[in-house]
């Protein structure tokens, strides 16, 4: 059985369980992996928190994700819960990606961002992730431009405080 688990079952969406008092038991790659499978898991909670501690460990510790790329990559058109779509968003940019895989990612995150029945948290943290790819990645400058002149248009309060604090 999972050691980590007992960390994340239970209650309801509202809440993280026990999350924090997991986090300072990830101490290797292994532990991470270990982590790391529970996102296969069918329980919603399970799921959506092993992506929020995975997201806050990775957060620090970018390196302990590079072992699975092909299955965060592959979660982009498999996830369809907000909580966990909006953890991938983030650690997706946390991940040397070749060009083929920019491409597909760029592209979800683009169509999550721009998506208006999409929660506002996931089409966010979509943009803050354009926005860190598009650093990385300067000719990718002119579509995240366009991306944020059709987002304006929509005049959410939530997505344009992002907008404004990508911009300084």
Known sequence: ?????????????RSIAEVEKLLPLVKTQSDFDELFENLFSIDRLVVMRTADALEKIS??????????????INFLDTAH????????????????????????????????A??????????????????????????????????IREIKKENIPSINARLKKLKK
């Not at 059985?1 to 969406?13: H, R, S, T, V």
């Not at 907000?82 to 979800?108: I, P, Y």
């Open 59 to 72: 957060a620090t510790n970018p390196e302990l994700l590079s072992n699975h790329k092909a299955e965060i």
């Open 81 to 112: 819960d907000k909580e966990f779509m909006w953890h991938l968003a983030l650690m997706v940019s946390r991940l040397d990606l070749t060009t083929n895989q920019l491409g597909k990612v760029w592209a979800k995150l683009t169509k999550w």
């Open 1 to 13: 059985m999972n050691k980590f688990i007992k960390y994340l079952q239970g209650g309801d969406l």
């Open 114 to 147: 721009k998506d208006k029945k999409q929660s506002r948290i996931v089409r966010v943290n979509s943009i803050q992730t354009l926005f860190d790819l598009m650093k990385k990645h300067k000719v990718l400058e002119t579509d995240l431009n366009q991306t």
